[in-house]
């Protein structure tokens, strides 16, 4: 198994170009998750899916949009970068079930940089 | 607002000491509250804790939870220079049903030889 894949894992935008990160997952999980990572903040919750068609904001969905069309796939589009996207993100995975918590699983993540 | 605060956050020891790091938070629907290591990369799962009291044992890592007074403690005794580290703590919330984890900030931890 792969575990969770994450594509590029770095990247250079200008302000205001558009961009997709992608995060594939071969364990068949049904949970998944993007976070980012920025200096002495810790992970921030972005946007999650409980599954294929369903998806939800997190803390931080301001200039991000999700979709999921498949178990595996759970892609992260920037509309509009700004600088302060500048970020490292990670994409993560987990089981689901009911009420009972499973650890995440988390991809080697993507460094995104916008000037 | 659920809050999750790790301290120290930072802490340089030398090899074969060791260290508690702490983890408080403040979340409405606690479910568990869960154990990061990350070194370079992605963080790699640790511990899960869900009831008080109960201590989670791995080699020289070991983690208790208490709910009565919403904190948990991650030790590491005779630490390695390969424990360097960021060590995150997460409490996972539900919100209608789904998982959340909502973080704390860090604890980058420093093992020198």
């Known amino acids: 198994n792969a575990g969770v894949t994450q594509t590029p894992k770095f990247q250079v935008l200008k302000t205001g170009q558009s961009m997709t990160l992608q995060c594939a997952q071969d364990?068949?999980?049904?949970?998944m998750s993007w976070y980012r990572q920025d200096p002495g903040m810790g992970l921030r919750l972005i946007h999650y899916?409980?599954?294929?068609?369903?998806?939800d904001q997190g803390e931080v969905p301001n200039g991000y949009n999700v979709s999921r069309s498949t178990t595996e796939d759970f892609p992260l589009r920037l509309l509009s970068a700004a600088p302060s996207q500048t970020s490292v993100y990670f994409c993560?995975?987990?089981?689901?079930?009911?009420?009972?918590?499973?650890?995440?699983?988390f991809g080697p993540g993507t460094r995104l940089t916008v000037t | 607002e659920d809050k999750v605060v790790q301290s120290p956050l930072s802490l340089v020891v030398h090899e074969g000491d060791t260290v508690t790091l702490n983890c408080s938070y403040e979340?409405?629907?606690?479910?568990?509250l869960l154990w990061y290591k990350q070194e370079k990369k992605a963080p790699t799962f640790l511990f899960m804790l869900?009831?008080?009291?109960i201590e989670k044992k791995s080699g020289r890592l070991s983690s208790i939870l208490d709910k009565k007074e919403l904190f948990s403690i991650l030790n590491i005794t005779a630490t390695q220079t390969g424990d360097s580290a960021i060590y995150l703590c997460?409490?996972?919330?539900?919100?209608?049903?789904?998982?959340?984890?909502?973080f704390g900030q860090g604890t980058r931890l420093t093992i020198n030889p």
């Open positions: 993560a995975s987990s089981r689901t079930s009911g009420s009972h918590s499973y650890e995440q699983y």
């Open positions: 364990m068949n999980h049904e949970y």
């Open positions: 899916s409980v599954g294929a068609g369903i998806t």
């Open positions: 979340v409405t629907n606690f479910r568990s």
């Open positions: 869900t009831s008080s009291g």
């Open positions: 997460a409490v996972d919330i539900r919100v209608q049903g789904a998982q959340k984890l909502v």
